[in-house]
């Protein structure tokens, strides 16, 4: 998975309701940020007054970043510092936060690669790819967001340093 060569389908709900499922691929390079993506596919849609989004189709985005009703709005921050990995390494990073209980989604990107670079290696015995990566963990987040009311604050309470 690249997220460089990622892209998404962009249509909106009056669009799918009317059954015209009109909308267009776009690629993320192509942006910088949210707000300039965000502006592109409004602009692709200037007669509908406060649309609501839809993203039908994706390809090199994992679905805990995506799902039908929603993009993560973190997405290009996690591009940026997915970027700072190798191309081979970026599903062992995913397998990484998703075994110690990282939500890449929420989480700084930044901070989770620096963590991984320093701490992955000192455990070489364990083997991250064993690890599953559930297809769809947005009802996991959505039930995490609503059941629980408190922030994971383990790094800043500890910082990863036990000693």
């Known amino acids: 998975m690249n997220l460089s060569e990622a892209k998404v389908v962009v249509t909106t709900q009056k669009e799918t309701d009317n059954g015209s499922h009109a909308g267009d691929w776009f690629l993320l390079s192509d942006y910088g940020d949210m707000g300039?993506?965000?502006?592109?596919?409004?602009?692709?849609?200037?007669?509908?007054?406060?649309?609501?989004?839809?993203?039908?189709?994706?390809?090199?985005?994992?679905?805990?970043?995506?799902?039908?009703?929603?993009?993560?709005?973190?997405?290009f921050e996690i591009r940026d510092a997915l970027e700072r990995l190798d191309e081979s390494e970026t599903d062992h990073f995913l397998a990484?936060?998703?075994?110690?209980?990282?939500?890449?989604?929420?989480?700084?990107?930044?901070?989770?690669?620096?963590?991984?670079?320093?701490n992955h290696t000192s455990c070489p015995e364990f083997d991250y790819d064993m690890i599953e990566i559930p297809d769809d963990t947005s009802d996991?987040?959505?039930?995490?967001?609503?059941?629980?009311?408190?922030?994971?604050?383990?790094?800043?309470?500890?910082?990863?340093?036990?000693?």
């Open 36 to 75: 300039e993506f965000f502006g592109a596919y409004c602009s692709y849609f200037p007669e509908e007054n406060n649309p609501v989004f839809r993203y039908p189709a994706w390809e090199n985005i994992p679905d805990i970043l995506i799902n039908e009703e929603w993009f993560c709005p973190n997405f």
């Open 96 to 118: 990484w936060c998703s075994y110690h209980g990282h939500d890449i989604a929420v989480d700084d990107p930044h901070l989770l690669v620096t963590n991984y670079r320093d």
């Open 140 to 163: 996991y987040q959505i039930f995490n967001s609503s059941f629980f009311d408190i922030e994971r604050n383990s790094f800043e309470i500890f910082n990863d340093n036990y000693d």
